[in-house]
């Protein structure tokens, strides 16, 4: 049981490349969310879904888009990388929704850098 | 943006001694209050949490007490311990249903 893994770890990008963080878990979890992390700053929810085909807006949506085709599933697109967007990366996963009862298992994150 | 407040940012407590985080909300959709532990390098997990039925709640040395009148609950790590140093993070629920985290707190207990 491998529970919420996370790809690549580290990832340096220019200022306007795209490119897409993976997420999978494999504890049959409805929930799945995207947090950044910033100093100072806490986690802050960019993109949540609520089962597959449904996805929601967190706090921070602005450039980046999710879709979740299956249950295991769960990316992040980065469309046009800025330097606003250097941050820490947490994929997690819950049984049910947040907060309500239900843990929340964090991936390992993906450290990303934009130039 | 509903918040939640976390402070102190930052606690140096001596090997023994007692750690005290605090967190205020301002309204909440759901009455869980969980608090999770990260260590460098790693993501966040469950430390702990406190459903509205109990005003306290203790796990070995990590306690929560709860407020709900004043909106705040807080952890208290007894005898802390140089293991324990971490970030420490407080979460409520928002009037939407999302989990919203405080700021966190960087621990550093010393030997």
């Known amino acids: 049981n491998a529970g919420v893994t996370q790809t690549p770890k580290f990832q340096v990008l220019k200022t306007g490349q795209s490119m897409t963080l993976q997420c999978a878990q494999d504890?049959?979890?409805?929930?799945m969310s995207w947090y950044r992390q910033d100093p100072g700053m806490g986690l802050r929810l960019i993109h949540y879904s609520v089962g597959a085909g449904i996805t929601d807006q967190g706090e921070v949506p602005n450039g980046y888009n999710v879709s979740r085709s299956t249950t295991e599933d769960f990316p992040l697109r980065l469309l046009s990388a800025a330097p606003s967007q250097t941050s820490v990366y947490f994929c997690?996963?819950?049984?049910?929704?947040?907060?309500?009862?239900?843990?929340?298992?964090f991936g390992p994150g993906t450290r990303l850098t934009v130039l | 943006q509903q918040q939640v407040k976390q402070s102190p940012q930052s606690l140096i407590v001596q090997k023994g001694g007692i750690s005290i985080i605090n967190c205020a909300y301002e309204?909440?959709?759901?009455?869980?209050f969980p608090w999770y532990q990260q260590f460098p390098g790693k993501g966040p997990a469950l430390l702990i949490a406190i459903r509205p039925d109990v005003s306290e709640k203790k796990e070995g040395r990590f306690t929560i007490s709860f407020n709900k009148s004043a909106k705040q609950f807080s952890l208290h790590i007894m005898d802390s311990q140089p293991g324990d140093s971490a970030t420490y993070f407080c979460a409520s629920m928002d009037s939407s249903y999302k989990l919203i985290f405080g700021s966190g707190t960087r621990l550093l207990v010393r030997p």
């Open positions: 997690a996963s819950s049984r049910g929704l947040a907060g309500a009862y239900n843990e929340q298992f």
């Open positions: 504890m049959n979890h409805e929930y």
């Open positions: 309204n909440t959709a759901f009455d869980y």
